[in-house]
């Protein structure tokens, strides 16, 4: 059974960091790309950065140069590190996990979800 385990979300100051972490288990984890999501109320699931089982990675402009991700495939994990966060990026954040060439959003595995608040 595949599981994806998301913690380390909470509320943060604007201008504030914040790291995430997915542990996977139930999966080959260094075959799959892994990608995170952010969702608030009304709005669609939306990527916010992505890293292939080789390591490249994809962001949005709304993120770019603030979002990090990073996978150890030792530790099963993937992580997000949040920089310069703005009250724009208040949502619920999703782990994923998907084959390669496959459609994440309707193929792919999800986390729970973890609340991100920015406010002061």
């Known amino acids: 059974q595949v599981q994806l385990v998301e913690s380390g979300g909470g509320l943060v100051q604007p201008g504030g960091s914040l790291r995430l972490s997915c542990a996977a288990s139930g999966i080959i984890f260094s075959t799959y790309a892994m990608g995170w999501y952010r969702q608030t109320p009304g709005k669609q699931r939306d990527l916010v950065a992505r890293?292939?089982?080789?390591?490249?990675?994809d962001y949005p402009d709304s993120v770019k140069g603030r979002f990090f991700i990073s996978r150890d495939n030792a530790k099963n994990t993937v992580y997000l590190q949040m920089n310069s966060l703005k009250p724009e990026d208040t949502a619920v954040y999703y782990c994923?996990?998907?084959?390669?060439?496959?459609?994440?959003?309707?193929?792919?595995?999800w986390g729970q979800g973890t609340q991100v608040t920015v406010s002061s």
């Open positions: 994923n996990a998907a084959r390669g060439g496959v459609d994440p959003k309707r193929y792919g595995y």
């Open positions: 890293i292939t089982s080789s390591g490249s990675t």
